[in-house]
């Protein structure tokens, strides 16, 4: 059963425009993180969030997390070509430590 | 260089075969990771193991097997038992602490032939 589960599936927007990506997760957790992955290749890791914090940021991006809601969103602003990519969330479950993703955003920045 | 390491890159087996991934890390990580991808769909965990001959069954462990004799080696053997064994295989790893990233090697891309 996979923990977190990303909306949109799929997002397209132009170049310099702001892209805002949401995760949901269903169980208390310790951790949400955000990983990239460009096509064919492994993850790279982007952000972590801790259950005790509400908002962070790392460059162009800006994660927050609504543990009411059981919920996150990663933003990227003025986006680049160079961001198009899969972005998964990924959480680590207070009953044990699996790492689970999400099924994904696919995020196409348009020239 | 630290990193984790797959290999190989690509994969084909024949029906009715075995094959074993090799997955190295000398990042000194307790954890690691076996992940199986889909086209356009996200990780499912297979198994993991958190310390030295000792692993864990994820959501799809069957028609798989692991071992971990070594801290820095996490192979898994794909059985001829799984029967959709084409796909994406990525293998991570990470401390054993609570909070901390996974780093991931860059795939195996296996296809039956």
């Known amino acids: 059963s996979q923990q977190g589960e990303e909306d949109p599936q799929a997002l397209s927007i132009q170049e310099g425009e702001n892209a805002t990506m949401n995760c949901s997760y269903k169980?208390?957790?310790?951790?949400l993180q955000w990983y990239r992955q460009n096509s064919g290749r492994g993850l790279v890791h982007l952000i972590l969030?801790?259950?005790?914090?509400r908002e962070k940021h790392s460059g162009r991006l800006r994660v927050t997390l609504d543990t009411s809601k059981k919920s996150s969103s990663l933003l990227i602003t003025a986006s680049r070509a160079a961001d198009t990519a899969s972005y998964f969330c990924?959480?680590?479950?207070?009953?044990?430590?699996?790492?689970?993703f999400g099924k994904g955003t696919r995020l196409h920045i348009l020239p | 260089d630290g990193g984790i390491t797959q290999s190989p890159k690509y994969l084909f087996r024949k029906e009715g075969q075995n094959v074993t991934l090799s997955c190295e890390q000398n990042l000194n990580h307790d954890a690691m990771y076996w992940y199986r991808q889909d086209p356009g769909q996200g990780l499912r965990l297979i198994y993991y193991?958190?310390?030295?001959?000792?692993?864990q069954k994820g959501d799809i462990a069957e028609g798989y097997s692991v071992s971990r004799e070594k801290k820095e080696s996490f192979p898994l053997t794909v059985t001829s038992a799984q029967k959709n064994p084409t796909a994406f295989y990525l293998c991570a790893s990470s401390i054993l602490r609570v909070g901390t990233e996974a780093f991931f090697g860059q795939g195996t891309r296996l296809t039956v032939v």
């Open positions: 969030i801790r259950s005790n914090e």
């Open positions: 193991s958190q310390i030295v001959n000792d692993f």
């Open positions: 990924a959480t680590d479950a207070r009953r044990d430590d699996k790492i689970i």
């Open positions: 169980t208390s957790i310790n951790n």
